[in-house]
């Protein structure tokens, strides 16, 4: 993934169960000499284990520190999201977009008549 790019929930869930402490640092968009001070003192953000001289981070660890959960029924872990979009059915998401294009539509309206 670009540095640049933000990681999604799915991209998390997507990790392997041990990734490189490098990997975390950029997860949480910590410089990598920041992330070993951090891990130094303590202060990193998750627990780290070191494995054959290399520092790794559980994935499970991750998705705790970001409030990633296992879904309850089994089919997979969701994300407790902010704006509850991951939540909705797909028929809920189409009545809200329904209900969207509708708002827009009167607007639209309501500008002409004002012009």
């Known amino acids: ?3 640049d790019a933000a990681y999604t929930a799915r991209d998390i869930r ?10 975390a ?7 990598r000499s920041k992330a070993y001070t951090l891990r130094a003192e303590g202060k990193f953000p ?4 070191k494995i054959a001289n290399k520092i790794k981070v559980r994935r499970a660890d991750i ?6 959960t296992d879904s309850a029924d089994g089919h ?7 704006h509850g979009v991951e939540s909705l059915t797909p028929d809920e998401l189409l ?10 539509r009167e607007r ?3 500008a002409r008549e004002a012009a």
């Not at 998705?63 to 990633?68: K, P, R």
């Open 76 to 82: 997979g872990p969701v994300v407790e999201d902010p």
């Open 46 to 49: 998750v627990p780290t284990v």
């Open 63 to 68: 998705m705790e520190y970001l409030g990633i």
């Open 95 to 104: 009545r809200i977009a329904g209900e969207i294009i509708k708002i827009a």
């Open 25 to 31: 640092a950029d997860l949480f968009e910590i410089s």
């Open 108 to 110: 639209e309206a309501a």
């Open 1 to 3: 993934m670009p540095k």
């Open 14 to 23: 997507n990790l392997p169960v041990l990734i490189t402490f490098a990997h």
